[in-house]
């Protein structure tokens, strides 16, 4: 697939704390520190997140 550098199971992340820098299409691993500078000046969301035997499923409740 052109563009695509590879892909990650939801599962992969369940340990790691994320951003998902949506205008720069980015996906940002970070650690306490980053995680930390970045909740200072972004907007948290609460996500909700489902793991069965073999699937992980986000839920993120959008009002327009």
Do not use: K, W
């Not at 599962?11 to 704390?17: D, G, K, L």
């Not at 820098?21 to 609460?46: F, K, N, P, W």
Request: with cysteine.
């Amino acid at each position: 697939m052109d563009g695509v550098d590879g892909i990650l199971s939801l599962s992969y992340f369940r340990t790691i704390p994320m951003t998902l820098d949506y205008a720069a299409r980015l996906v940002i691993l970070e650690d306490d520190t980053s995680l930390a500078r970045r909740a200072q000046h972004g907007t948290a969301v609460s996500l909700g997140v489902e793991h069965d035997q073999c699937s992980t499923d986000l839920f993120l409740g959008i009002d327009l």
